[in-house]
């Protein structure tokens, strides 16, 4: 792999190694842009089968964080971090507090939360090493509540674009993983009477779900298959790829995982087959308005309202996807970036 390349290609700023093999501490965090301010985005830990594979994941996510912020109209640039190693060890403190340096040394350019096999737990022990981190207690915590909160949004304005009625009520919905947005998600599905079908890797998870909102559980090979109004990915990303996109049978994706498409071509193969897709990073953008509410001090409130937004944004993303005959995601993309170009020509004045 030629890393250059690969940073160029994305038009990334930074990438940046720290290693600390007497704790089993391996991280690498990427910067993709910071136009709009500097950047943030959570620490994801997973057992990555090679550092390629991890260094292609973090600089996938970091640009998907320049979007996010771009298109949620909040003054962040695009960032990501990732530990490789198992994210169920209890060895947790030094590990996190290692990464808390590496993210010190970056001097303020970059802030991390938490993200998938992370919790709210490990940022207070990378705020030992640094004040770059939310997501903290006593700031606004886990940022899941939200993210959950604004792809329900999300995928009820998807059900008006379809359907012409935002009610979920009695619509059959698929949820691929059930971490900590999952769960909350399907909790405001079945409250509003969604029918759910759910699966996961872990089966503690599944039967949780499976209890407390009626759900049925799915083997995960018969996920993409199933007869159903929506599929909402909520685990890892590029479960839209070669394999599965024609195996969809369902008239809308709209989940809260990042990097959904494992390439661009898949949300044409979307839109030809005349499924909707609601763009990864503007669905799932509630996170991120939760943290930047830490940051400017706005209450709960505040946040929850704002993510609530995400159900106008999507609308408008899908008109602007109509009127220019494009699919949705790249709709998405062009307003994004036109944000972010609008805002690198402004000339400061000096007061």
Same mark, same amino acid.
């Given at each position: 792999?030629?890393?250059?390349?690969?940073?160029?290609?994305?038009?990334?700023?930074?990438?940046?190694?720290?290693?600390?093999?007497?704790?089993?501490? +391996?991280?690498? =965090?990427? =910067?993709?842009?910071?136009?709009?301010?500097?950047?943030?985005?959570?620490?994801?830990?997973?057992?990555?089968?090679?550092?390629?594979?991890?260094? *292609?994941?973090?600089?996938?996510?970091?640009? &998907?964080?320049?979007?996010?912020?771009? /298109?949620?109209?909040?003054?962040?640039?695009? &960032?990501? #971090?990732?530990? =490789?190693?198992?994210?169920?060890?209890?060895?947790?403190?030094?590990?996190?507090?290692?990464?808390?340096?590496?993210?010190?040394?970056?001097?303020?350019?970059?802030?991390?939360?938490?993200?998938?096999?992370?919790?709210?737990?490990?940022?207070?022990?990378?705020?030992?090493?640094?004040?770059?981190?939310?997501?903290?207690?006593?700031?606004?915590?886990?940022?899941?509540?939200?993210?959950?909160?604004?792809?329900?949004?999300?995928?009820?304005?998807?059900?008006?674009?379809?359907?012409?009625?935002?009610?979920?009520?009695?619509?059959?919905? !698929?949820?691929? &993983?059930?971490?900590?947005? &999952?769960?909350?998600?399907?909790?405001?599905?079945?409250?509003?009477?969604?029918?759910?079908?759910?699966?996961?890797?872990?089966?503690?998870?599944?039967?949780?779900?499976?209890?407390?909102?009626?759900?049925?559980? *799915?083997?995960?090979?018969?996920?993409?298959?199933?007869?159903?109004?929506?599929?909402?990915?909520?685990?890892?990303?590029?479960?839209?790829?070669?394999?599965? !996109?024609?195996?969809?049978?369902?008239?809308?994706?709209?989940?809260?995982?990042?990097?959904?498409?494992?390439?661009?071509?898949?949300?044409?193969?979307?839109? +030809?087959?005349?499924?909707?897709?609601?763009?990864?990073?503007?669905?799932?953008?509630?996170?991120? /308005?939760?943290?930047?509410?830490?940051? +400017?001090?706005?209450?709960?409130?505040? #946040?929850? +309202?704002?993510?609530?937004? /995400?159900?106008?944004?999507?609308?408008?993303?899908?008109?602007?996807?109509?009127?220019?005959? =494009?699919?949705?995601?790249?709709?998405?993309?062009?307003?994004?970036?036109?944000?972010?170009?609008?805002?690198?020509?402004?000339?400061?004045?000096?007061?």
């Amino acid at each position: 792999m030629n890393v250059f390349e690969k940073m160029d290609a994305g038009g990334h700023e930074q990438l940046v190694f720290w290693s600390d093999p007497g704790i089993g501490y +391996r991280g690498v =965090i990427a =910067i993709h842009d910071t136009t709009l301010g500097r950047a943030l985005g959570g620490t994801r830990f997973w057992n990555y089968s090679a550092t390629e594979e991890a260094v *292609v994941d973090v600089l996938r996510l970091a640009e &998907g964080m320049t979007y996010k912020a771009a /298109i949620a109209g909040v003054n962040l640039g695009g &960032g990501k #971090s990732v530990i =490789i190693g198992d994210n169920k060890t209890k060895r947790r403190e030094m590990i996190f507090r290692a990464h808390g340096r590496a993210v010190e040394s970056l001097g303020g350019r970059y802030v991390t939360a938490e993200d998938v096999g992370t919790t709210v737990d490990d940022m207070e022990y990378v705020r030992m090493e640094t004040e770059s981190v939310v997501g903290v207690y006593g700031g606004s915590g886990d940022p899941s509540p939200v993210t959950a909160y604004g792809t329900y949004q999300g995928m009820k304005a998807c059900a008006e674009r379809r359907y012409g009625d935002p009610a979920l009520t009695g619509r059959h919905v !698929v949820v691929q &993983g059930l971490g900590n947005v &999952g769960y909350h998600l399907c909790s405001l599905l079945a409250e509003e009477g969604a029918r759910l079908s759910v699966t996961d890797i872990d089966p503690e998870r599944v039967s949780r779900v499976q209890e407390e909102f009626d759900a049925q559980a *799915v083997e995960a090979d018969e996920l993409y298959g199933l007869d159903a109004d929506i599929f909402a990915p909520c685990a890892l990303g590029a479960v839209i790829n070669d394999e599965t !996109v024609d195996l969809l049978n369902v008239d809308i994706v709209a989940g809260a995982a990042n990097n959904q498409l494992a390439e661009p071509r898949h949300g044409e193969e979307l839109e +030809r087959r005349g499924i909707l897709y609601a763009p990864d990073y503007v669905i799932n953008a509630g996170g991120l /308005i939760n943290v930047y509410g830490e940051i +400017r001090n706005w209450s709960s409130d505040r #946040s929850l +309202r704002k993510a609530g937004e /995400i159900y106008r944004t999507l609308l408008q993303i899908f008109e602007r996807a109509e009127e220019d005959g =494009i699919p949705a995601a790249e709709a998405a993309d062009r307003v994004a970036q036109q944000r972010v170009d609008d805002v690198r020509k402004l000339h400061r004045s000096w007061v």
